[in-house]
């Protein structure tokens, strides 16, 4: 069973931290980058977590962290919409495969970004696996970016 975590209460987040930096690390060494820095991440995710439009939500299983993505809200004065921008969704190599923990994480984003007051949710992908991935949870392409109404 997958559970996915979300709290908005910023001493909540803040206790999500060291799990939330082990799989950011993670997810940056698959991208390439060889030396990331774990200590400037924390850093500037506590100060978006306590600007308040700033989640990050974790899935367990088995007791063991699985997976994170990081949720923004925002306002476009341009549209007069608030809107969701969806960032590092990551799931350990060992959990995937079923899509479970990915699509558990994407609608834990949902939600926290409805709650939030968004309309809209954003997402930017590059590769053409999580992008199938969104379109069939309902995102619609605009260029790189994703955009689920």
Known sequence: MIQVWLSKAVEDQAAMLPEAAHLWYQWARERGYDNPDVEAYVGSLMDRVRGG????????????????????????????RVFSFIDKLYVVPEA??????????????????????????????????????????????????MRYV
């Not at 989640?55 to 306002?75: C, P, S």
């Not at 994480?105 to 053409?128: N, Q, S, W």
Request: charged letters at 30%.
């Open 53 to 80: 439009q700033y989640l990050i939500i974790l899935a367990f299983k088995d007791g063991r962290t699985v997976g994170m993505v990081e949720v923004q809200v925002d306002y476009e004065p341009a549209n007069r």
């Open 96 to 145: 995937r495969g079923s899509g479970r923990v990915a699509w558990q994480l994407a609608c834990g984003a949902e939600l926290a970004a409805k709650l939030m007051g968004a309309e809209e949710h954003r997402l930017a992908v590059k590769d053409t696996g999580p992008r199938r991935f969104y379109e069939r949870r309902g995102f619609e392409a605009e260029q790189t970016m």
